[in-house]
């Protein structure tokens, strides 16, 4: 008898967490271990967000929502996608996740039936395939090139479409490659998804972590009709160091949103409730605590990037968003799981292995921790080079 149903049995668990969650435990148990590994902002959640959700407590705001969030905080996110990001989306196409994996999760849900095609480009954020995979329709990776920032262009979205393509995933900022895509070119990948149809998943959870000149563009709202076809995800976990919270969003046309609505009427109903007060004062409260985060970011940013850059038989990108790089490791001729684990149980740095974004030959490290333990964990892996 399988009691695990076909869908999930082959499913992989999340890399990226359980790598996270190690170096945690090494560090619980008095290992001196530099994790260079999490997807996490390790700065504290800003004051003014925490002290509106003890409010909201004290306040006895302890019930249900209305399951796509409260209406105070749809409308914030609609004025906010349309100030910030040109986007128009009324409040009730806008439903409030239990973060933007939820957000991702339910709108593949809501949208692929089994056979359908999912286009990703590869190197792509470990959950995506999965996710599809889970609802029974197929991920197709597109392999995209270090020469071109690891962005999908619109001729290979073109090649890769068949007539069983329901959606493409753009994630941009990007985990892992910290690729920023331009307007332009996502104007040329709206125009390929508007020739057949095919909704764009816009994974936009990174959008406020971008640096130098680079500029994040919402794809929907480059065109009425692009936007129609888009789905846009966001969330507070990496602008406001929100992990914890569980709070993401997902805005759409009114005919994706309600199914969005009623897949959540059915699993986890609302997000936390006094989370989402939280989120509002977020969204309202003063910004300038992100952009001194971002200030810290860009430092370590520019930091790993001139370490890298002199570490033998390595080599990277510079990233324009997001707190990560992608680290190519073909030289030393190590397989990226074996290349990570090395790392991990000799130098004690944790780092994620490329294989988790559909790349054997690179190895993820995240600079959402402190430069002292950045630097730490690079004079290590520096020294593991050197001897490989
Ligand atoms: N999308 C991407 C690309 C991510 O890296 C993450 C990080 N976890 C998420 C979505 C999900 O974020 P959340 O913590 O809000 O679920
Ligand atoms: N997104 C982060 C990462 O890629 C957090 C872990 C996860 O949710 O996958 O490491």
Same mark, same amino acid.
């Given at each position: 008898?399988?009691?695990?149903?076909?869908?999930?049995?082959?499913?992989?668990?999340?890399?990226?967490?359980?790598?996270?969650?190690?170096?945690?435990?090494?560090?619980?148990?008095?290992?001196?271990? /530099?994790?260079?590994?999490?997807?996490?902002?390790?700065?504290?959640?800003?004051?003014? *967000?925490?002290?509106?959700?003890?409010?909201?407590?004290?306040?006895?705001?302890? &019930?249900?929502?209305?399951?796509?969030?409260?209406?105070?905080?749809?409308?914030?996110?609609?004025?906010?996608?349309?100030?910030?990001?040109?986007?128009?989306?009324?409040?009730?196409?806008?439903?409030?996740?239990?973060?933007?994996?939820?957000?991702?999760?339910?709108?593949?849900?809501?949208? /692929?039936?089994?056979?359908?095609?999912?286009?990703?480009?590869?190197?792509?954020?470990?959950?995506?395939?999965?996710?599809?995979?889970?609802?029974?329709?197929?991920?197709?990776?597109?392999?995209?090139?270090?020469?071109?920032?690891?962005?999908?262009?619109?001729?290979?979205?073109?090649?890769?479409?068949?007539?069983?393509?329901?959606?493409?995933?753009?994630?941009?900022?990007?985990?892992?490659?910290?690729?920023?895509?331009?307007?332009?070119?996502?104007?040329?990948?709206?125009?390929?998804?508007?020739?057949?149809?095919?909704?764009?998943?816009?994974?936009?959870?990174?959008?406020?972590?971008?640096?130098?000149?680079?500029?994040?563009?919402? *794809?929907?709202?480059?065109?009425?009709?692009?936007?129609?076809?888009?789905?846009?995800?966001?969330?507070?976990?990496?602008?406001?160091?929100?992990?914890?919270?569980?709070?993401?969003?997902?805005?759409?046309?009114?005919?994706?949103?309600?199914?969005?609505?009623?897949?959540?009427?059915?699993?986890?109903?609302?997000?936390?409730?006094?989370?989402?007060?939280?989120?509002?004062?977020?969204?309202?409260?003063?910004?300038?605590?992100?952009?001194?985060?971002?200030?810290?970011?860009?430092?370590?940013?520019?930091?790993?990037?001139?370490?890298?850059?002199?570490?033998?038989?390595?080599?990277?990108?510079?990233?324009?968003?997001?707190?990560?790089?992608?680290?190519? *490791?073909?030289?030393?001729?190590?397989?990226?799981?074996?290349?990570?684990?090395?790392?991990?149980?000799?130098?004690?740095?944790?780092?994620?292995?490329?294989?988790?974004?559909?790349?054997?030959?690179?190895?993820?490290?995240?600079?959402?921790?402190?430069?002292?333990?950045? &630097?730490?964990?690079?004079?290590?892996?520096?020294?593991? /080079?050197?001897?490989?």
């Amino acid at each position: 008898m399988e009691f695990i149903a076909e869908t999930i049995a082959d499913l992989s668990p999340s890399l990226t967490l359980s790598i996270t969650s190690q170096a945690k435990q090494m560090r619980e148990e008095g290992i001196d271990v /530099c994790n260079l590994g999490a997807g996490e902002p390790d700065f504290d959640t800003p004051q003014y *967000i925490k002290s509106a959700a003890i409010d909201a407590l004290q306040d006895g705001q302890t &019930k249900y929502t209305a399951v796509a969030g409260l209406l105070a905080l749809r409308k914030g996110l609609s004025k906010k996608l349309r100030e910030e990001n040109q986007l128009d989306y009324e409040h009730n196409e806008i439903v409030v996740n239990c973060g933007a994996k939820h957000s991702c999760f339910n709108a593949i849900m809501a949208c /692929c039936d089994a056979g359908d095609e999912v286009i990703i480009p590869a190197p792509y954020w470990t959950s995506y395939p999965e996710m599809v995979r889970a609802v029974g329709a197929e991920p197709v990776f597109v392999e995209t090139k270090q020469e071109n920032n690891w962005k999908i262009t619109a001729q290979e979205f073109d090649d890769a479409m068949t007539g069983s393509t329901k959606m493409i995933i753009i994630n941009s900022p990007n985990n892992p490659t910290g690729a920023v895509y331009s307007r332009e070119e996502l104007a040329a990948i709206g125009e390929v998804a508007a020739s057949e149809d095919i909704l764009i998943l816009s994974d936009e959870i990174y959008e406020k972590l971008i640096y130098g000149e680079s500029e994040h563009v919402s *794809i929907g709202s480059i065109s009425d009709e692009i936007r129609k076809l888009t789905i846009t995800i966001n969330g507070f976990s990496k602008a406001y160091s929100m992990t914890g919270w569980r709070l993401g969003y997902t805005a759409a046309t009114k005919e994706i949103a309600d199914a969005i609505d009623t897949i959540q009427s059915h699993s986890t109903s609302n997000p936390t409730t006094f989370a989402q007060y939280g989120a509002i004062a977020a969204l309202t409260g003063d910004q300038s605590e992100i952009t001194d985060m971002v200030e810290e970011y860009d430092i370590r940013r520019q930091y790993v990037l001139g370490r890298l850059n002199s570490i033998a038989n390595v080599s990277t990108i510079e990233p324009d968003g997001a707190f990560y790089f992608l680290i190519n *490791i073909e030289k030393t001729g190590i397989k990226s799981v074996n290349f990570s684990e090395k790392l991990l149980s000799r130098m004690q740095v944790a780092t994620v292995p490329g294989v988790a974004f559909g790349n054997d030959h690179s190895i993820r490290i995240s600079y959402a921790t402190s430069l002292p333990i950045i &630097k730490e964990g690079l004079d290590r892996l520096e020294e593991f /080079c050197k001897a490989h």
